[in-house]
């Protein structure tokens, strides 16, 4: 089934997605909670290993109000370790099984950039999306994997590699260059027939500080390509740099954060802390539905 948009608030498009035959509506902004199945996550919190840990973790978070589960086994902060395909299921499958016999309804992301993976969970544990950080870049065999299987595709922007992104970001303007990316990079998905998109401009990813809030201020640009838009800034460095802190200290930023891109347009907020992001959605809602009241 196919992303549809109609009229909405003044801030942002409705839409839906097909995630495995089960329609999540977007009308209402949406919450991914965060599950790290590594050691190496730059937010302490969010670093998880036994798969009974992380099904506890994640019943709490679909309590708290998340719509999809977000497992990744691969960490992406600067400097981060590479690890082989081999290890990276090696991680994902016991808890991919957890999740699937003690939590068999909910909603499942894996965070990958690799087709034998998203290939391997989809056909195995059924996964209803993929989170890409290379929005296909790094292996040339995602887009028709995904094709293939109808699989949700989040795709995310990123400048360089994980090892050298932060080196020196260069952009002609970087929202513009943003969206000419994303433009052609869903003209070759639509041509493969999979119209359950997502996009992500990558917060942190290739970008200076001024750049990431360069986008942030221009987030609402992005519902040009009409597409749902997914926004990840929990606790990262453009957050806690301007606080003059560290991850651990920055969900006060975050959620005002959050609150500027639900505000220019965000629909799906990928977060570490579920309840905070879901307490802001609902002010959020109150901001844009409120009644009209006479003066």
Not at 188 to 217: A, C, H, M, S, W
Not at 238 to 245: K, Q, T
């Amino acid at each position: 089934m196919k992303n549809f948009s109609t009229p909405g608030s003044l801030f942002s498009k409705n839409f839906s997605l097909n995630l495995g035959g089960q329609m999540l509506d977007l009308s209402i902004p949406r919450v991914m909670g965060i599950l790290n199945v590594t050691d190496d996550s730059f937010y302490e919190g969010s670093r998880l290993s036994e798969p009974s840990t992380a099904v506890r973790m994640a019943g709490e978070m679909i309590q708290q109000g998340a719509h999809i589960i977000d497992v990744g086994a691969v960490s992406s902060r600067p400097g981060a370790r590479e690890i082989s395909e081999e290890e990276e299921w090696n991680r994902l499958n016991p808890v991919l099984e957890a999740l699937r016999t003690e939590i068999p309804g909910c909603f499942i992301s894996v965070d990958t950039w690799r087709s034998g993976v998203a290939r391997g969970a989809h056909e195995r544990f059924g996964i209803q999306m993929v989170n890409d950080i290379s929005a296909g870049q790094w292996d040339p065999a995602m887009f028709s994997t995904v094709a293939e299987k109808g699989i949700c595709y989040v795709m995310m922007h990123m400048q360089g590699t994980p090892a050298t992104m932060q080196d020196s970001p260069q952009y002609d303007h970087v929202v513009n260059d943003l969206l000419q990316f994303f433009g052609e990079r869903v003209h070759k998905l639509r041509k493969l027939g999979l119209n359950d998109l997502v996009i992500d401009p990558g917060f942190g990813f290739g970008k200076t500080l001024e750049q990431n809030y360069q986008i942030l201020l221009e987030l609402e640009t992005f519902q040009l390509l009409e597409l749902p838009l997914m926004v990840g800034i929990s606790r990262k460095s453009m957050i806690y740099n301007v606080l003059e802190s560290d991850p651990e200290q920055a969900l006060n930023g975050t959620t005002a954060a959050h609150m500027a891109a639900l505000l220019k347009g965000a629909n799906l907020l990928r977060v570490h802390d579920v309840k905070a992001a879901v307490d802001t959605v609902k002010i959020f809602q109150q901001i844009v539905e409120r009644p009209a009241r006479g003066v």
